[in-house]
């Protein structure tokens, strides 16, 4: 069974994050005809590439395996993500909450190294540039290439970042 991480940039707008749904449904779809079923799915499920990605890998029937960083982590997420925060926490296979209780950059950068111990390869939805701040993508990105986890970096044409 495969275990594949997910990291990208929060905030892009309805546009891109259309491309990006595209483009992560394509890899995951390539994923499972490769490998048959057993496709799991980590990640810590914010808006944006984290929990398009975690539906995607729902839709094929995978297994999704959520990373909650902080106990006040769902109460840092933008109010309209929520509804779907809770739907994807309650479909997940496992949920591992990490010790923590402020949802910050710190918490945040600790949930995704824990996301990443549980994955064989990450998908980062990435423009290729530095963090904007502590935890960010790139951050992510670099760990994961420092422990020799294959990395593949979606960054579909006509993608933008605010």
């Not at 259309?18 to 799991?40: F, K, Y």
């Not at 909450?97 to 994955?119: K, P």
Request: proline share 7%; glycine share 10%.
């Amino acid at each position: 069974m495969t275990s594949v991480a997910i990291t990208g940039h929060r905030g892009l707008p309805a546009a891109t994050l259309a491309l990006v749904d595209r483009a992560l449904r394509l890899e995951i779809a390539a994923r499972v005809r490769r490998g048959g079923p057993g496709l799991t799915g980590v990640s810590c499920l914010a808006d944006g590439p984290d929990s398009l990605f975690a539906q995607a890998i729902l839709d094929v029937g995978g297994r999704l395996i959520a990373v909650v960083p902080a106990r006040r982590y769902r109460a840092s997420l933008p109010a309209f993500h929520r509804p779907a925060y809770d739907r994807l926490l309650a479909a997940a296979d496992r949920v591992i909450a990490l010790d923590r209780e402020e949802s910050n950059s710190a918490a945040h950068q600790v949930g995704s190294l824990r996301m990443l111990d549980e994955a064989d390869e990450l998908l980062a939805v990435w423009d290729g540039l530095p963090a904007r701040g502590f935890g960010g993508t790139a951050d992510v990105v670099a760990t994961a290439r420092a422990r020799g986890l294959p990395v593949t970096v979606l960054w579909p044409p006509g993608a933008e970042r605010p």
